[in-house]
């Protein structure tokens, strides 16, 4: 019996689409639940409760104030930097070649030894700087990696067209260039922001401590402690939060890509 294309298709996903039902849609129709109801012991579903409670929090306002103010301050600072260099190794600059190495290297070097040389640099800072700048040098490799991949994607023969249309470096970029790699840069920028809430571990390992200072404390360490605290209503509805936080920005981000590659 000769199986159609379209069902081969459908068994294929099957396995994946499996795991993902097992490991993420079903625990996070858990955690809803648990978001709902006053305690995992009565069970009694109070519905919105504990969402006004966990944002009338001032400590979850804290960590949602300073998770937000990561993504604002340091993801253009990382994006734009990306391009820069990006644009710098697709023209062939010989010094920025030979470091080319660096940008990937703290995309293998262990974390816990990333955590020891900063540390080791910055000591007993009392600034957010440190966080904000081993975000940047954790990340900044995937993202020259896309872009430059972006760069090289470019038909050389478009630049020629436009150098003979007297288009000089400036309107070469501004044009041509940034427009056509417009998707990767939406790519890129959407994944610095989730990965802007990936930030716990390095800053959980440089601070040493489930309560950092006031201007690194975000969301990661507020479900953190209420983990540890085995408070799961406040957990599930912060998660839940977080979540919808993400999944807006990037359903933003969706939206404004499709308004301008149109």
Known sequence: MRIKWNTKCKLLLLPSLIGTA???????????????IDNQFRRIFVWFDNYIDTLTNEYFLLALKNSLLLIVVCVPVLVVLALVISLALSYGIKWIQKTRFAFVLPMVIPTASIVLIWRSVFGESDTVLPIYLLFLWKNIGICIVLLTAAFTSIEKSVFEAARLDGANTFVLHTKITIPMIAPTVFFVTLLSIVNSFKIFKESYLYYGTNYPPDHSYTLQYYMNNNFLKLDYQSLATSAVLTSILVFGIVMAGMAIQRRYSK
């Open 22 to 36: 097992l490991f993420f849609v079903i625990p996070y129709l858990r955690v809803l639940y648990y978001s709902l």
